[in-house]
């Protein structure tokens, strides 16, 4: 015979119990199970305390936190009237990122000590945009954003001009301040270039020329 | 051997007596289903489960090599490719796999579609679906991202960027998706967590809840123009067909589901053999800006609006167009839930199917050759055509030289070579007088920078000289008609009659 049947008839006794007797313990047990249930719920949301914080940790730190100034060369490095791709190291890696924690930007010395450091990557999709010497602008390989030497948006889907590092010339070093990848949310929406040298004409030429020009992008002027 | 038959029966008695899964599992297979549902339309659900099946076996052989380290990923690949022994064809038939299984499930959702077979009561089925058409797509792109390339580190780069415009919560989002202030190696981890467990758990877990209603619902009977579906009439008319017309889904219709499956099999696998494996491109190294990123072939369509959206239009297109994308698809099946299944009776749903599957096939036959994207080398790699220099005068062919030297050729083409973000020059002059040539590339205008600051009087006199020489087939040369009715006394001076 099985062992589970045995067991069950020994058990006859219990079955005799009266019905009121059996619901009450029906309903204790239906209650410790509530119980158990609530325990658990606890435990659970104990438990998640920790994880949403491990997993929220990335973002719950302050955007400006990464960010550190890092020299990026000497000012000779840097002819007046040019514009150059400069490599640093960001600030905030692992030691396996590998290449991926080099990153590149491009310093424009304007004259003496003004500059300007723009991102290399596109304001539209973050794409890296090339400097073109020979016609002043920089180009984006991705959807064609164009931009004009001082960083203003020339054509193409960018919404506002490159992202541009917060520098400063400290004795014979430009400095940056960098460390976190530039995008639409940390940098303000539509924002004027840090520094304006020939932008605000250009930005005025082009809201001027923009204006009464709803055309396709292949249409003539 | 009637020993060993014996043996082997015992064996799975013995199985069985524990277990008890045998007998209903033969009963699921035998379960009989209208005699109308064994078609060849049919067959494209089960071909999406199989390659399912394969892209799980072979993404678990990929990862007893695969390195998930930002700094050795990409060359982990590369020892893949060329150092483990047919590691190259693994990630092959990975990689088409994937491409096939986007493909087989598009399909199966448009054939769904067609056939009206996400009516009553299949509408959790249909939804369920969809779920597992965007976890199919997640694991494309987040396969993308493993095979760390250059490619894949600037599709992160656009998916930050895509992010960060989220109204509010974009800077919070994007360190999420980065897992750190840059694309680096807890990117890269995260989107292996991602592609290796979160997703194909899911996806896994979904497909059964998919199969379990198919079988628990049963197949979508053949639909007939007239034969409308009701919530009140429609099971008992579908019991009656299977009654009528029923046969064991095993083995009389799940043939050609076997045989679908497996000429798919051999397609991914003959593509691997002749194509290869996607990738590796390029290492993930940024500072190696000569690149032009672009994405697998299931998102070109995506990359290709993002080119042509106007920059007011392009936030709240991109997020508002896939809630309603999605939640129209989500909603399909609840609004349209009962009335006619045969699509000579839906003319709107076939209509629809047809612009959806045109648009997305244009979006994507354009991401293949980005015309909105200048060519990068193009002035120096494409020169002029010596047509284009014949009977020119110094300062024409001087123009010609500026023509490359300011990269123009980045977006303009002539003689067929050169970018197409601009209008090919070829025949310029006769759209466009030289005073309006002029205008345009000082000022630009449309989409085309200002090069007032980039040339000096005698390069633009040179260029416009050059270009007002380009007429096509000698076109006759733009005329300015105002000019003309000024001057009407005199004759009309133009300096391109020497042409």
């Known amino acids: ?221 | 051997m009637p020993g060993l038959k014996q043996r082997g029966l015992e064996l799975y008695g013995w199985f069985e007596q524990r277990l008890g899964l045998g007998t209903p599992i033969i009963e699921m297979a035998e379960h009989e289903v209208p005699e109308n549902t064994s078609s060849w339309w049919y067959v494209f659900g089960s071909a999406a489960t199989v390659l399912l099946v394969l892209q799980v076996m072979t993404g678990v052989l990929l990862a007893l090599v695969y390195e998930t380290s930002a700094s050795h990923a990409w060359n982990s690949l590369q020892f893949l490719d060329h150092s483990v022994k047919l590691g190259w064809f693994l990630r092959a038939v990975h990689g088409w796999g994937s491409d096939f299984m986007i493909a087989v499930v598009l399909v199966h959702m448009a054939q769904v579609f067609l056939f009206g077979a996400y009516k009553f009561p299949r509408e959790l089925t249909w939804i369920i679906g969809v779920g597992l058409l965007l976890l199919t797509l997640g694991m494309a792109f987040t396969g993308q991202v493993l095979r760390f390339d250059q490619d894949a580190y600037w599709g992160l780069g656009i998916g930050a960027s895509i992010v960060s415009r989220v109204p509010i919560i974009g800077g919070w989002l994007v360190d999420m998706m980065l897992g750190g202030p840059i694309i680096a190696g807890p990117t890269l981890t995260r989107f292996f967590a991602l592609h290796v467990f979160v997703i194909p758990g899911t996806l896994l877990a979904m497909v059964g809840l998919h199969v379990w209603m198919v079988l628990r619902l049963g197949i979508n009977d053949w639909p007939m123009p007239g034969r409308v579906v009701r919530k009140s009439t429609y099971v008992r008319e579908y019991d009656e067909l299977t009654k009528k017309t029923g046969i064991p889904f095993v083995p009389d219709a799940a043939w050609k589901d076997a045989i679908f499956a497996a000429a798919i099999m051999l397609s991914v696998i003959a593509c691997a053999l002749i194509f290869g494996p996607f990738g590796p491109t390029g290492q993930p190294d940024p500072t190696i800006i000569q690149t032009a990123p672009k994405p697998d072939f299931a998102f070109l369509w995506i990359y290709a609006v993002l080119a042509y959206l106007p920059p007011s239009l392009e936030t709240p297109v991109l997020f508002i167009a896939p809630v309603l994308g999605i939640g129209a698809m989500l909603l399909l099946p609840l609004i349209g839930g009962e009335g006619e299944k045969h699509w000579s009776r839906r003319p709107v749903a076939v209509l629809m199917l047809a612009v959806i599957a045109v648009t997305l096939g244009v979006f994507t036959r354009l991401g293949t050759y980005t015309p909105w994207s200048p060519i990068m080398e193009a002035w120096t790699s494409d020169p002029i055509p010596v047509a284009y220099l014949h009977n020119r005068t110094p300062l024409e062919r001087q123009g010609a030289i500026v023509l490359q030297n300011k990269q123009c050729r980045n977006c303009h083409s002539v003689g067929g070579a050169g970018g197409l973000r601009g209008p090919a020059l070829d025949a310029i002059a006769s759209r466009m007088t030289e005073d309006q040539i002029i205008r345009q590339v000082l000022q630009g205008g449309g989409n085309m920078p200002a090069y007032g600051n980039a040339l000096n009087p005698s390069e633009t006199t040179a260029l416009v000289r050059f270009l007002a020489t380009l007429r096509g087939n000698d076109l006759s040369p733009a005329i300015d008609a105002s000019r003309h009715l000024a001057d009407s006394s005199e004759t009309p001076a133009t300096p391109l009659t020497e042409h």
């Open chain 1, 1 to 221: 015979m099985d062992p589970m049947e045995q067991n069950s008839q020994g058990e006859q006794p219990v079955r005799a119990e009266p019905d009121s007797v059996r619901s009450a313990k029906h309903s204790r047990r239906a209650f410790l199970f509530k119980l158990s249930l609530a325990v658990n719920g606890a435990v659970g949301a104990v438990l998640a305390v920790p994880i949403i914080g491990y997993l929220l940790g990335p973002a719950m730190k302050k955007g400006s936190s990464y960010n550190s100034w890092i020299s990026l060369g000497s000012l000779s490095d840097f002819p007046e009237g040019e514009t150059r791709l400069v490599n640093y190291r960001n600030p905030v890696t692992t030691s396996w990122d590998g290449q991926t924690g080099d990153i590149p930007c491009w310093v424009r010395r304007v004259s003496g000590t003004t500059f300007q450091v723009f991102a290399i990557n596109c304001a539209h999709l973050g794409c890296p945009v090339r400097w073109f010497a020979q016609s002043k602008l920089f180009l984006c390989p991705c959807h064609g954003g164009a931009y004009y030497a001082d960083g203003a948006r020339a054509s193409g889907p960018p919404e506002r001009g490159l992202f541009e590092y917060e520098h400063k010339v400290s004795g014979d070093t430009l400095m940056i301040s960098a460390g976190k990848m530039p995008t639409l949310a940390n940098q303000a929406r539509v924002d004027t270039p840090l520094t304006q040298i020939d932008g605000t004409d250009a930005t005025k030429r082009l809201m001027a020329l923009e204006r009464p020009e709803p055309r396709c992008g292949s249409c003539q002027g």
